[in-house]
């Protein structure tokens, strides 16, 4: 399934190569520009003479309350923008996706405040699932492999006794990691919902991903595990303006495809018509 998706998604490339990887290198510029302002302003402002003259005449807890009250209201801004900016980048890859040529200026229209807003809620959401099925799976292996150190170091176990436990923690380490990423791609549709239907709530988004995304998560996995190649090969081969839209447009040619074949699933349909 991941060559099928591939396939299709090289030859949408076709012609919209350098169009795509303008929207990444647009969207990733605009996203470093607008950090370095916000960190450079927040700087500047914080160490002025003015803020300065505050910390002499009023009282210390008031000033550090205006300066964090500054802070988190510039890096929110902030991540308001940047959340915007990636959801109108996952608009226009998921109408090239699905053979529909989207406008540039498509990469701007979910900055209103209520859609970057929205968007904060959905990445932030992601953001903490991610954490925790990292912990969820992650700590195991590694307190496996941290104890096995402690016990080489501590307690002089034989080599041969310590290089089977430290085999035996990396392959535990292997299969946390494999399933991680099967938890987590239970969540790559929820972008292209949100940005596609904007009266979906985040949760109902969250809920539709992982209901349709079942069946297909191990060839989402194999997917992604086979872009790691492409990723490194851009080092010496292909040229990053090739590689990055066509990882980004095979992504959201996988929500597509999937989506396609989940559709006329018989007991969907059923489905259907006992609600109906």
């Known amino acids: ?49 003015q803020l300065q003259l505050l910390v002499v005449n009023y009282d210390g807890f008031l000033v550090y309350f205006i300066y964090s009250l500054f802070t988190v209201s510039a890096y929110f801004a902030l991540a308001l ?9 996952n608009a226009i890859y998921y109408m090239h996706s699905k053979g529909t040529k989207a406008k540039f200026k498509y990469l701007f229209i979910f900055l209103r405040p209520s859609q970057s807003f929205r968007s904060f809620l959905l990445y932030s959401k992601l953001f903490f699932l991610r954490i925790f099925w990292a912990l969820f799976f992650y700590l195991p292996p590694l307190f496996c492999l941290g104890l096995t150190f402690y016990l080489y170091f501590s307690t002089f176990i034989y080599r041969a006794v310590f290089f089977t436990l430290l085999i035996g923690a990396v392959f535990l380490l292997s299969i946390s990691h494999f399933y991680y990423n099967c938890a987590v791609m239970r969540y ?27 069946g297909f998560i191990k060839d989402g996995v194999y997917l992604k595990t086979s872009f790691f190649p492409w990723i490194l090969c851009c080092l010496f081969i292909f040229p990053l303006f090739y590689v990055i839209p066509f990882k980004k447009l095979a992504r959201a040619k996988y929500v597509t495809f999937c989506d396609g074949l989940r559709k006329p699933l018989p007991q969907n349909l059923e489905a259907n018509r006992m609600i109906s």
Not at 24 to 32: A, C, D, E
Request: hydrophobic fraction near 45%.
């Open 1 to 49: 399934m991941s060559g099928f998706i591939k396939v299709k998604a090289k030859e949408l490339l076709l012609g919209n190569t350098l169009k795509l990887f303008l929207v990444s290198l647009t969207g990733n510029f605009l996203k470093l520009l607008f950090t370095a302002i916000v960190v450079l302003s927040a700087h500047f402002i914080l160490v002025s003479k």
């Open 81 to 89: 923008f940047i959340s915007g900016l990636k959801t109108g980048e």
């Open 188 to 214: 790559t549709f929820t972008p292209y919902y949100l940005c596609t239907d904007l009266n979906l709530s985040v949760n109902e988004a969250i809920l539709k991903s992982t209901e349709n995304s079942d």
